[in-house]
């Protein structure tokens, strides 16, 4: 661009006005009117380089969005050329003394080049990162076949070779292998698609299956469809299609969510219920349900996934060892000083390396617009970089920004511009015929506010935001020991925050115990007790979020106004350690995932040995996961006399285009045969273990899936608020994990030889961690954040009438708050909602506390009276959208549900009516107690026992005896 000497291009081009041009050329007019004139010639390059490499990145990125900003990026450098093209001809014709002196060219020269500049430093990221991912996807293809070349050469004479060969040789690219579990079903089955407005769809080539035939004749009923219909509406069919290979049952149980109260109540219920679980074809279980769930499917498969030395019946009986070792460890989180010491440490550390990437994320880019700013100056910033890099203290504080009028006045021209566009526009809706006009003037206006928000951007708020930083700075007399101070203070509160949203066991204890210190400090009894229930951790949480949202600010303006004057050491190092860190560190190593993992195995996951050589002897063994991977394949394979295990979780989406506003989460579920659901698509499970790099293959675990469905706080929690999604996000308290996308899977395990396909992510790395603080979880991306089954439906009731079964026995221990059952209320209308069933209760409102018998005397025993129940067992008609094929059964559309509450009747056993009348609270202990004694084990387990015993009787009952001949007149 410069080909003469004396030149300064961009002070020319930010001069705005004659004199200012006089000064910055001096008398090297020639050489300025020498270098616009080459100018044109680099234009030309530049142009042509970026529109080959936008039309090479909408071949290479094939998603929507990726070819959306492709075909954006290609508009903004023909507008950016252009910009440049009319600034060299106003520069020229100034130069030359067309306008006599005149202002008007050299202010025109310099809107055109804020405009230029903004648009030239937003598409060259762009272009880097399409030429970047370009290079690397040809690269590996390179390698590929210089690989199986090799293979095919000299690697069977050279047994190391091939061994180096198949390391180097990505996985994701060789030929897909046939599955290894059930080689006749389909690898991956991808999701319905779904249509955009412009016409794409996602998946691309979703195959179409065969058309439902018309049902056999029913079994007359009317409720539910007619004898020799057909299929039910098409978004029904879509939602109630279940994983390849599974089929309709006679019966099925699921197992509701509720951590440690919801296990100890599973428990005791499926200790009753152990017959007629032996006969069930499926189990669904979710979050607290599925710790008692995968505890009793580990306790079935001997060392190395041999044989267990006892049967589906003994496992987790009534005073077997695996109980014991349960019973002594209720308190898996922690228990005893050491244990707290590690937890608390391991919530540090992933803070800590939170708040390090994000920091050094805002560092660098905060260095990056410093520099961008220091040679581009659209608003002169480098008079800034001396007050804020001393840090002294009584520093004067730096004049006001000094904005440029030409670049203040190019973001009016280009919002005034935006206007008449909508103008334009709406004068068009109106009167013009051609829809084609329409719609190019509503992406003109949309692309122009874009503009002008990203013009205002950097002509006027991030200036700003670099003087209030330096502004703040010297005001408050910061010195480095400040600094270093403010950020040791910013850790701890949301450290304290984190504590809070996530550990906070006795809340009404603490409440209480906080509110008299207030109320005696104010001089107010009883204010405090009128606070809602959980207002103080709301107002915990908004406020670090507020301090962490200044300090980045304040950190990124910091950065803007000093950067390019650090030294070089620092100007190097610190995006230079972001790389290394940020490539290489998986985020959910980082996160409470692998600890909360490793303590739910440490209660959970046993198996019973007999020891021949001390009198057979036989105990609860823990599982040594160091030396021993539960693959979900094997270890979660389905037992004899025992049904197949399914693990209810969730997995979070953003945007409407599969879920409803409000609800962001679609059905994940984990089994031995397949992994997803049908919104993102059903992968095998043996297939997703082979073919995924080893990293996220421990998250593929029996142990994982438990802790997975039971990932109750997450930087995503469905419908959850938001505010403490936030929070997690950024302090790494976070429970939930990144899992293959089977939708993502079926085109790159379909199309593996194709270069420009992305390979699947062998590590978990930064841009995970900040799609996680925004918010944002596309559809179509290679990795879903699987979290908590409870974020979409707590029961797993929905998922068990996916598989299509005709009596459907629910054990809710959810701890929904009196008087309805709510969760079992969502879950009925989120049946109808998304598989089109209809559900019928028989008299719910016996459920509700208060409707039971009242026990004598009623006076002394009034306060119990009110929380029960008449009774804890109902009924209710399973209509479903067609019928149901079981084999030996007529095709029938219509089933039977038995919903099991935990809620207290008349007549449980007299030490569990004790129990609750000296806890006013059970049998709805909160979620976030995890640290349960020998009392409240004994006391849920007491209750699921009592629950599975009446649904037994419903199951199997009994057929009286006959009497005798006497006693029958």
Request: charged content about 15%; glycine content about 8%; some cysteine.
């Amino acid at each position: 661009m410069c080909v003469a000497p004396h030149v300064n291009h961009v002070g020319l081009q930010f001069a705005g006005s004659a004199a200012a041009a006089d000064k910055v050329v001096d008398d090297h007019t020639s050489d300025f009117r020498t270098a616009l004139s080459a100018d044109y010639a680099f234009i030309a390059g530049y142009t042509a380089t970026l529109l080959l490499v936008f039309r090479l990145g909408r071949h290479v990125f094939a998603g929507r969005r990726g070819r959306r900003a492709a075909r954006w990026a290609m508009i903004a450098t023909l507008l950016a050329a252009g910009c440049d093209v009319a600034e060299n001809v106003l520069l020229t014709y100034g130069l030359h003394g067309g306008a006599d002196g005149s202002d008007g060219p050299f202010a025109l020269a310099t809107g055109c080049a804020t405009v230029k500049w903004l648009l030239l430093a937003v598409i060259a990221v762009v272009a880097l990162i399409v030429w970047g991912t370009t290079t690397a996807r040809a690269a590996r293809a390179i390698l590929r076949k210089l690989c199986h070349k090799l293979w095919h050469t000299v690697s069977p004479h050279v047994m190391p070779l091939q061994r180096l060969i198949a390391r180097l040789t990505p996985a994701a690219n060789k030929p897909a292998p046939p599955c290894p579990r059930h080689p006749d079903a389909p690898g991956v089955v991808p999701p319905w698609p779904v249509a955009h407005p412009d016409g794409t769809r996602w998946p691309a080539a979703a195959p179409q299956r065969a058309q439902e035939p018309a049902d056999p004749p029913g079994d007359g009923t009317t409720d539910g469809p007619a004898p020799g219909t057909t299929a039910p509406p098409a978004h029904w069919r879509y939602e109630g299609e279940p994983a390849p290979g599974r089929t309709n049952a006679p019966l099925g149980f699921c197992v509701s969510g509720g951590g440690i109260r919801s296990a100890c109540v599973t428990l005791g219920a499926l200790q009753a219920l152990r017959s007629s679980l032996l006969k069930a074809r499926y189990l669904v279980a979710v979050s607290g349900g599925g710790y008692t769930v995968g505890a009793m499917q580990l306790a079935l498969v001997g060392p190395d996934n041999t044989p267990a030395p006892i049967s589906s019946a003994d496992a987790f009986a009534p005073g077997s060892p695996e109980e014991d070792h349960l019973r002594r460890h209720s308190k898996y989180v922690a228990d005893g000083a050491g244990q707290w010491l590690v937890a608390l440490g391991v919530l540090l550390r992933g803070l800590l390396a939170s708040l390090f990437l994000l920091t050094a994320t805002t560092v660098t880019l905060g260095l990056a617009l410093s520099w961008a700013y220091h040679l581009v100056p659209v608003t002169e910033l480098a008079y800034l970089a001396e007050p804020g890099t001393r840090l002294c203290v009584k520093c004067a504080p730096p004049d006001a920004p000094a904005f440029r009028g030409a670049s203040i006045r190019a973001v009016l021209i280009v919002l005034g511009t935006s206007m008449a566009v909508w103008l334009l526009w709406l004068l068009a809706y109106a009167w013009c015929r051609f829809d084609a006009v329409v719609q190019g003037l509503a992406r003109a206006f949309q692309a122009l506010v874009l503009l002008t928000v990203a013009l205002a951007a950097g002509v006027l708020v991030l200036p700003v935001l670099a003087w209030g930083a330096v502004f703040l700075q010297t005001q408050l007399d910061v010195s480095r020991p400040d600094a270093t101070a403010a950020a040791g203070a910013t850790v701890l509160l949301t450290y304290i925050a984190a504590l809070v949203s996530t550990l906070w066991r006795r809340r009404q204890t603490i409440r209480r115990g906080l509110g008299k210190v207030l109320d005696l400090v104010r001089g107010r009894p009883g204010l405090s007790r009128a606070v809602p229930n959980g207002l103080t951790q709301y107002i915990v949480v908004w406020a670090v979020l507020l301090l962490l949202g200044a300090a980045f600010l304040f950190l990124l303006g910091w950065a803007t106004a000093t950067g390019w004057s650090w030294p070089a050491w620092a100007q190097i190092g610190i995006p230079a350690t972001l790389l290394f860190i940020g490539a290489s560190l998986d985020q959910t190593w980082m996160s409470l995932h692998p600890f909360y993992r490793r303590r739910l195995a440490s209660a959970f996951a046993v198996r019973r040995v007999i020891d021949n050589g001390a009198g057979h002897a036989e105990m609860a063994v823990p599982y040594d996961f160091t030396t021993e991977t539960t693959t979900l394949s094997t270890y979660g394979d389905r037992k004899p006399d025992f049904p197949q295990v399914i693990f209810a979780a969730a997995a979070n989406l953003s945007g409407s285009e599969r879920t409803p506003p409000g609800r962001r989460a679609v059905s994940f579920t984990l089994s031995h045969d397949y992994v997803g659901g049908p919104d993102v698509g059903y992968a095998c499970t043996a297939c997703l273990e082979q073919r995924t790099k080893r990293h996220i293959v421990h998250d593929l675990t029996v142990q994982s899936a438990v802790a997975i469905s039971g990932a109750a706080f997450s930087s995503a929690m469905g419908a959850q608020a938001r505010a403490f999604q936030t929070l997690f996000a950024l302090s790494n308290a976070r429970l939930g994990t990144w899992l293959p996308n089977p939708g993502a899977m079926a085109e790159l395990w379909k199309n593996h030889d194709v270069w420009e396909l992305p390979p699947p992510p062998a590590i978990r790395r930064l841009p995970y961690l900040l799609r996680e603080v925004f918010g944002r979880f596309p559809m179509d991306d290679r990795l879903l954040l699987v979290t908590d089954g409870g974020h979409y439906e707590n029961l797993g009731l929905v998922e068990l009438l996916r598989q299509g079964v005709h009596t459907a026995v629910c054990i809710d221990a959810s701890g929904d708050s009196p008087p309805f059952a709510t969760t079992l209320a969502q879950a009925i209308a989120l049946a109808h909602e998304e598989l089109g069933i209809t559900i019928k209760l028989h008299r719910p409102t016996t459920l509700a506390p208060g409707s039971g018998k009242p026990l004598q005397p009623a006076s002394t025993l009034s306060a119990l009276n009110s929380r029960l129940s008449q009774t804890a067992v109902i009924t209710g008609d399973i209509i479903y959208p067609k019928n149901l094929t079981i084999p030996g059964r007529p095709p029938s559309a219509r089933g039977t549900l038995i919903v099991a509450r935990a809620t207290l009747t008349d007549d449980l056993p007299y030490q569990l009516l004790s129990y609750a009348s000296a806890h006013p609270v059970f049998p709805h202990d909160s979620t976030s107690d995890q640290w349960f004694d020998h009392q409240q084990f004994d006391a849920y387990q007491t209750l699921g026992q009592a629950l599975g015993t009446h649904v037994q009787a419903l199951l199997a009952p009994t057929k009286p005896k006959n009497k005798p001949e006497h006693e029958r007149s």
